[in-house]
């Protein structure tokens, strides 16, 4: 079955870095665009970065364009989220998305990441 | 970037009730509108795609309408289980965005 599992959360100080990973399963990893949504404790969601199957086409939100790297390996199946100068406001939950939006939609569980000194 | 305003924030509504939740783009976007449910603590789910399809799974009291700037997602009877966020999406452009969520609440 489809698994997207995200790791590499955690507390990180202002100004720090941090690199998500999330680890697909189940399907053809390559075939799928992928996207990285994150939600704020207590806030709505908020469309972070996506990124075409081949890996080259890739989009950002202004918020964190600059500072965040969204890239992928399709042969071994990852997507990751390299997250650089992290402010207390990047303080939220990050889900890992396969086709967003689509037919083929499907979410991991979410993995937090907690900015603060 | 294109704003997705959501209508109206939160709502009180009884089992069996018909809930009606109004999603307008500040510009068109054909029909490149998803609705996603979300429970506390968990990851939003796909109700709807390309503002009418139903997503595989769902059930058939839920329905969404619209095109252009104007959507609609209705929940011809609400069931229990369907006290949750709902947002709108729109997979249009980049950036992408979202509506500020619709609490539907007893």
């Known amino acids: 079955q489809v698994q997207l599992v995200e790791s590499g959360g955690g507390l990180v100080k202002p100004g720090g870095s941090l690199r998500l990973s999330c680890a697909a399963s189940?399907?053809?990893?390559?075939?799928?665009?992928m996207s990285w949504i994150r939600q704020a404790p207590g806030k709505g969601l908020e469309w972070v970065a996506h990124?075409?199957?081949?890996?080259?086409?890739?989009y950002y939100a202004d918020s964190v364009k600059g500072r965040f790297t969204i890239s992928r390996d399709n042969a071994k199946n990852s997507l990751y989220l390299e997250m650089n100068s992290l402010r207390a406001e990047d303080t939220a939950v990050y889900y890992c998305v396969r086709a967003m939006a689509g037919p083929r939609d499907y979410w991991g569980q979410g993995i937090l990441v907690t900015v603060s000194s | 970037d294109i704003q997705m305003t959501q209508s109206p924030s939160s709502v009180s509504a009884s089992v069996g009730d018909r809930v009606t939740i109004t999603c307008r783009a500040s510009q068109d976007i054909n029909r490149w509108l998803a609705w996603y449910q979300q429970k506390p603590g968990k990851a939003p789910k796909l109700l709807i795609h390309t503002a009418s399809t139903l997503h595989s799974g769902v059930p058939s009291r839920f329905s969404g309408s619209g095109s252009g700037t104007d959507f609609t997602l209705t929940i011809s009877s609400l069931q229990p289980e369907d006290f949750a966020t709902y947002y709108c999406h729109q997979a249009n452009s980049f950036p992408r965005t979202f509506g500020g969520g619709t609490k539907v609440e007893i």
């Open positions: 189940g399907f053809t990893f390559s075939d799928y665009y």
């Open positions: 990124i075409l199957s081949g890996g080259t086409t890739i």
